[in-house]
């Protein structure tokens, strides 16, 4: 059976091997889910601060691929890709480009490729960008894999994988670790992008459209997968450490079965934390896997971490706040329902989470209110990301990278 893929992102629902939209929608959806419509903005009582900073636009953007992008941060520079065919790196004070690069040329002229394969589709950046140490990486719709001078633009060095990159790989100090579409990961050596270890594993027939990013742990990577489990494989080698169900594909059929885990996982001390398509968010300890507790309560987006709050948006865009220790509740928010909530994200003691009309809105930490709202473009998909000067990063699906600060 072919592979089919769910995309919910922006508002959006879309399946690949399914004859239509409309199909697959009534599958998912009770007459009386078809009539609710997104939550309607409400205005805010007593409102902080939020200042646009700056706007630019870096090209088409990433449209109706729903791969989520967002920009990556080091040191003074953005860098955020579009879709279409270009790599941009922007001065994060000033919003000004400072160079732009073109990964279609370098995948067009066919040099420096390990395992190439004739392109089954248009070429597409689909994955990241990620940066470490210098380094940009990402990935593209056909396997392509990038790496490319933070200071210049010019090419490390250029690869592909099994098939699709549709999340952002992981750079670390020796390695490039990418997750590619049909389930396998591949560990690249920094220098080179030749390989170094590879894991595999198998997929179900049906899944939402989207993977969860590798994440770094304590000498361990960090992955979610489409049947609900979480697995952790040895950074050296890619040889896995241990493996644990956030959630059971239980089901009448291959949509109830659905249990991905396709939103950001969060690492602390002690802990990982994942959420799962399937109703259900978990606490992991990260030395070996065993669960902690608990919430059924989950969805696509991913997970935030403050303090003792650990905070996920689920499935209807309801946003909640658990206790880290006990998975108790804090509290909840339900002013956003239906909007297609981004992963949140922690800015001081905001929550920011964007959504698929293109608002983003700041939420009070400790109790849940919603204390800011601003326009980014006409749709939000990746998470919006937070520098360590507190400025927050938005990346639309029409291609605007915007800067948002709050007035002190």
Known sequence: MSRKLIALGAGMLLLAGCSTLSSITGLLKSDKEKAVAPSKLTAIAEPIAVKRLWSVSIGQGEGALAVRQKPAIENDMLFAADSANQLVAIDRATGKIKWKANPNKEAADGKGWKFWKKSAQPFALTGGPAVYSGLVALGGRNGEVFAFNAADGSVLWKTMVSSSVISAPLVTFDTV???????????????????????????????????????????????????????????????????????????????????????????GDREVFATSYRNSTMALSVGNGQPIWVREVGGYAGIALLGDRVVVSDRDSNVWAFDRNSG??????????????????????????????????????????????ASAGKGVAGSPVVSDDGIVYVQSVDGKVTAFGLAQ
């Open 328 to 373: 108790s509740d804090l509290w909840k928010q339900s002013a956003m329902a239906r909007r297609g909530l981004t992963t949140p994200v922690v800015q001081g003691a905001y929550i920011v989470t964007a959504d698929a009309e293109g608002y983003v809105h700041w939420l009070d930490a400790a109790t849940g209110d919603i204390k800011g709202r």
């Open 177 to 267: 670790v990418v997750r590619a579409n049909d389930g396998k990961v591949f560990g690249l050596d920094l220098s080179t992008g030749e390989k170094r270890w590879q894991f595999d594993r198998g997929m179900p027939s049906l899944s939402v459209r989207g993977n969860s990013a590798p994440v770094l742990g304590p000498g361990i990577i960090l992955l979610g997968y489409e049947d609900g489990s979480l697995i952790a494989l040895r950074q050296q080698d890619g040889q896995r450490v241990w493996e644990q169900l956030v959630a059971k594909p239980d089901g009448r059929n291959e949509l109830e079965r659905m249990a991905d885990i396709d939103g950001e996982i969060q690492v």
